[in-house]
């Protein structure tokens, strides 16, 4: 079989690409799913255990209604019908980090079906239809060691961390998803990133990809336009936004170029590595394990109330996509403001900067700007900055009252980020006042003007250009706080030239 | 008389007066154990420290005026399924020798708190696979009524333990009939409850749908005392009932006057018949007889797929118990075996399975494995699911006509050691007449009704099979009562009292 490298306009200009995508989101409750162990991110390892997560013989699991709720709030919010009978079944296969060698799943009989959720790329909306919502367990955690590579080749032995066997953990299955040719890698991150959007608002998982508490197995398949769907490929291990877009294209382009080499695409479980951005091949359909799925005889079948359901469902905060829709409005932005902001992950931080008083331009401003910036140098989100909307807003209302220059602030944010204090008490601290004393700025000007005559001579002679290099000394002496443009204009002033 | 031949009851309520010591009465029972068990093989493990620590706070709570429950200060034997905090608990398997749980069962910790002393854990068939606990990973147990025979199965060390006055209680599990088989061929009365009617936190699973932990004891009110504070609702399981228990114990003591005035009882035409030995048969007749006469109404009614419950059941048990017995891997307790530092984990997984469980074990994991597999689970566990419906749909109709059922409770008396190991459907039609209620989930007591002596060359008790509508527990201590009362009244001493003395005994 013969491959060929294709570009990626390549590939889209002569194959069509269906996406589908399985998302597993680690809840937020307090317990785990059929125990009482804490679901505490970060613990020391096997200390959150206990004999029903360690599958200790005899012990039994008692399902988390906490979770059931959670996953039927998700699964509302995506417009799915909520079962009024389904069961919990045993996946039963052997792995050192699955403590009792069948994981607690749902099979056929899922707790929420048949749903949508739309995503919007480039001004375009898209459906991407919801085949399930259910329930499982997570497993424990393995760490290889003693290997090169941190996998499991190579590798001397293997550690086992059981904090995580049990966590509730739900699966958001998508329906096939044709028809987004080009942007199939937008359309897949925007469905991801627009999910983590509602699970977030929902309050049911702090979904952090890099804490693996959101996951993401993403289905590729390619087919020539007007021929029947191709062979899919599922690629694991896709751990960020990022990943997801790179992912797919890369699958699609790697598809691409085994069908025109004459080849075909095995289905397959692929690996995706975040240093290269390529995919590799892990176990083929072939050898794949058969679950032996059957109803789990441990738990009663789940059969929630629907006078529970509406309850729920009446109890749905307002989702992202209405927000939005609001804050479109409120916040005077155009759609491509929106979307700008809901790639940086600062809609709500303006919304809350807005509320806190400053102007909505300023805050859009400076949160896609110096916020966005400095929260991407620092590798982390802008929510996590140590700096709040409040914050920010006072910092806007000292700019517009002249207080502050844009530099200035600059050095205030800094300051609040490195120091955690408000900004009044950077401002004093560090002395980052607008210079408007008169006759302290006036000194500093005649004297750099006095230390520069060469430059003196050529402003007189006509080159007013020529004046930077004594604004520059200026500004210097005053420590950034005085105003270029005023300072400038005082220089001309003082020389009497005028522009 | 002896302590170690007084009932549970009147052991509670000697140690209650004062008139001997829970720690006596521990001791007394430790001695039979250690002057019988050699010839009984009925315990795995004997916890002597533990069992005289136990009494021995019984006795510090009655000095300081505290009043304790009809069972404290009484000996009980616990089968090795069941698992119990620092005590080793194998489950009559290689693969978990060694092991000591970290925990108690919730029917444990009930029995503890009822001050219930815990003697050992009882030998059983490996993972309760089987029906005379000749698949015991250790060594077999023994029929108290005649050594060279078997105790019943799979809780054989616990029926054995009681018969051969060992303890004067115990408890089984019964998934199959594991606790009623092993009463009736060893005398003593076993009681399987409704399925959800007494915690299965902390028993080791065989068959999640079907396992159910019960009593056995010599007289039907020790059985209904035991089962009184082993039942009830149990938040750690989900499949717990919650509602109350009936109330056992004064239903065994109203059973105890032989009245059954009013009681429709039901024979069942198809637990009967070709199979069953003739001894069997015609001490069923004669307790159907005297059930008539204690003033019950007796209708023959007819349950057509029962016939199908051994098959059903040989797929649903071994499915569940092939997912269950997955654990078993090697890798966090229990026995490990290959593991040589060169090898896989695949290996030593499969190296350990291979070394660590038994026979029968395998033979069912296999067929459980088939059983589940992607293209066959239709076939077998669907349709066998489905059976299970059809089932309690024919116990449904017959509870129109009646308010118990009965049948034997086994074809056949206790067989000799070895003879039915090589020919598993020989061992597994011993279940046919208690598969049924352990498949609907209904409860079912075994209380003797008679020693046959034309299937053997020495006496052997015949059980009678008492069953009754889910959560009505409380009517089949009140039949057995009835009959027990009755036969002992007839005979003018307790049932047990004509089994014969074993070696070894003073």
Redo the contacts between chains.
């Keep these: 079989m013969t491959s060929t490298m294709l570009s990626y306009e390549d590939v889209v200009a002569r194959y069509e690409p269906v996406l589908g995508l399985e998302t597993h989101i680690e809840l937020g409750t307090v317990s785990k799913m059929f125990c009482g162990c804490a679901t505490e991110f970060g613990a020391p390892a096997n200390t959150h255990v206990c004999?029903v997560c360690?599958?200790?013989?005899?012990?039994?699991?008692?399902?988390n209604k906490a979770a059931i709720e959670y996953t039927i709030r998700l699964g509302l919010a995506l417009h799915c019908s909520i079962a009024t009978w389904c069961r919990f079944a045993?996946k039963?296969y052997?792995y050192?980090d699955m403590?009792?060698?069948?994981q607690i799943s749902q099979y056929d009989e899922p707790l929420c079906v048949d749903g949508y959720l739309d995503v919007e790329v480039d001004g375009q909306a898209y459906r991407i239809g919801i085949e399930r919502v259910h329930l499982e367990e997570d497993t424990g955690k393995s760490t290889h060691v003693g290997g090169a590579t941190g996998r499991i080749h190579g590798a001397t032995h293997s550690l086992?961390d059981y904090n995580r066997a049990g966590i509730p953990l739900m699966e958001v299955v998508t329906k096939p998803v044709p028809g987004t040719g080009a942007l199939a890698p937008a359309v897949a991150r925007a469905y991801v990133t627009e999910l983590r959007e509602i699970a977030r608002t929902l309050g049911v998982s702090d979904v952090r990809m890099e804490q693996g508490s959101l996951r993401c197995d993403v289905n590729v398949s390619l087919n020539l336009p007007g021929a029947p769907w191709g062979t899919r490929t599922e690629t694991k291990n896709v751990n960020s936004l990022r990943s997801v877009e790179r992912a797919v294209r890369s699958e699609m382009i790697r598809q691409a170029g085994v069908l025109d080499g004459g080849g075909r695409i095995v289905q397959e479980t692929r690996h995706f590595h975040e240093d290269t951005g390529q995919t590799t091949s892990g176990r083929s359909k072939e050898e794949a394990t058969?679950y032996?799925?059957?109803p789990e005889?441990?738990?009663?079948p789940l059969a929630p109330a629907p006078e529970w359901v509406e309850e729920i469902r009446a109890g749905l905060p307002e989702l992202p996509a209405a927000r939005r829709a609001r804050l479109a409005v409120e916040l005077n932005a155009t759609p491509h403001d929106m979307q700008a902001m809901a790639n940086a992950g600062v809609t709500d931080l303006v919304a809350a900067t807005m509320s806190a008083g400053a102007p909505a331009n300023d805050a859009r401003k400076w949160w896609l700007g110096y916020l966005a910036q400095t929260a991407n140098a620092a590798e982390t989100d802008p929510a996590d900055l140590n700096i709040t909307p409040g914050q920010l807003a006072e910092i806007i209302a000292l700019v517009q009252a002249g207080t502050l220059s844009d530099g200035l602030a600059r050095q205030v944010i800094d300051g609040v980020l490195e120091t955690g204090q408000p900004p009044a008490a950077v401002i004093d601290a560090r002395g980052l006042r607008k210079l408007d004393d008169t006759d302290a700025l006036t000194t500093a000007v005649d004297e750099a003007i006095a230390a520069q005559p060469a430059v003196v001579e050529k402003i007189r002679g006509g080159k007013i250009q020529a004046v930077g290099p004594i604004v520059g000394a200026v500004m210097k002496a005053t420590r950034g706080q005085a105003d270029a443009a005023a300072v400038r204009a005082l220089v001309l002033g003082r020389l009497g030239v005028e522009e | 008389m002896d302590l170690i031949e007084l009932s549970a009851a009147s052991l509670g309520e000697a140690v209650a007066t004062g008139e001997t010591s829970a720690v006596e009465v521990a001791q007394a029972h430790l001695d039979r154990i250690h002057a019988v068990d050699g010839a009984l093989g009925a315990f795995l493990h004997v916890d002597a420290d533990g069992a005289l620590a136990a009494a021995k706070e019984v006795d510090d709570r009655i000095a300081a005026g505290e009043k304790l429950g009809p069972l404290a200060g009484v000996p009980l034997a616990l089968k090795d399924v069941?698992?119990t905090e620092g005590i080793p608990?194998t489950?009559g398997s290689r693969i978990?020798e060694g092991?000591i749980?970290?925990?108690d069962?919730t029917i444990v910790r009930r029995m503890r708190e009822a001050g219930i002393v815990i003697l050992g854990k009882t030998n059983m068939d490996e993972f309760a696979m089987g029906s005379s606990t000749e698949n015991s990973g250790y060594h077999p147990a023994h029929n108290p009524w005649d050594v060279t025979r078997i105790p019943g199965g799979s809780s054989g060390g616990s029926s054995a333990a009681v018969s051969g006055y060992e303890a004067p209680l115990a408890i089984g599990t019964d998934t199959g009939g594991s606790i009623r088989q092993p009463a009736a061929v060893t005398g003593v009365v076993g009681h399987k409850p409704t399925y959800g009617g007494v915690s299965?936190?902390?028993?080791?699973?065989f068959?999640?749908?079907l396992d159910q932990a019960g009593p056995l004891a010599r007289t039907v009110l020790d059985a209904a005392l035991l089962h009184e504070v082993i039942g009830g609702h149990d938040?750690?399981?989900?499949?717990s009932i919650d509602a109350a228990v009936p109330a056992l114990a004064a239903a065994a003591r109203a059973g105890a006057a032989a009245d059954l005035a009013g009681l429709r009882v039901g024979v069942v035409r198809e637990l009967s018949g070709e199979g069953y030995q003739q001894g069997v048969l015609d001490s069923f007749q004669s307790t159907v007889d005297l059930l008539r006469e204690l003033g019950a109404e007796v209708v023959e009614v007819s349950c057509p797929h029962f016939d199908y419950a051994l098959p059903a059941y040989y797929l649903i048990a071994p499915?569940?118990c092939?997912?269950n017995l997955?654990?078993?891997?090697a890798?966090?307790?229990g026995l490990r075996a290959g593991d040589d530092g060169v090898r896989g984990?695949?290996e030593v997984?499969s190296l350990t399975r291979e070394a660590g469980f038994g026979p029968e074990v395998k033979r069912r994991v296999i067929l459980g494995?088939y059983a589940?597999?992607?293209g066959y689970?239709d076939a077998y566990?669907g349709q066998a699911q489905k059976v299970r419906t059809l089932i309690s749909r024919d116990f449904a109709a017959a509870y129109e006509q009646a308010d118990v059922l009965v049948s034997p409770t086994t074809p056949f008396v206790a067989f000799k050691l070895g003879e039915r190991t090589a020919d598993p459907m020989a061992m597994y039609i011993n279940d046919l007449c208690t598969l049924p209620a352990s498949l609907s989930g209904v409860p079912a007591i075994s209380v003797p009704c008679g020693l046959s002596t034309t299937d053997s060359d020495v006496p052997l008790p015949v059980g009678l099979q008492v069953m009754a509508p889910a959560l009505a527990d409380d009517r089949c201590y009140r039949v057995a009562a009835a009959v027990e009362a009755a036969l002992d009244a007839r005979r003018g001493r307790p049932f047990m009292s004509d089994a014969p003395a074993l070696e070894g005994a003073k």
């Design positions: 004999p360690l599958g200790l013989p005899g012990s039994l699991p008692v399902a045993r039963n052997y050192p403590p009792k060698n069948f086992v058969d032996r799925y059957f005889p441990d738990l009663v | 069941i698992v608990t489950c978990l092991w749980p970290p925990y069962a299965r936190y902390g028993l080791i699973a068959s999640s749908s938040p750690c399981d989900s499949t499915s569940e092939s997912s997955a654990r078993f891997d890798m966090r307790y984990l695949e997984m494995t589940l597999s992607s689970y566990y």
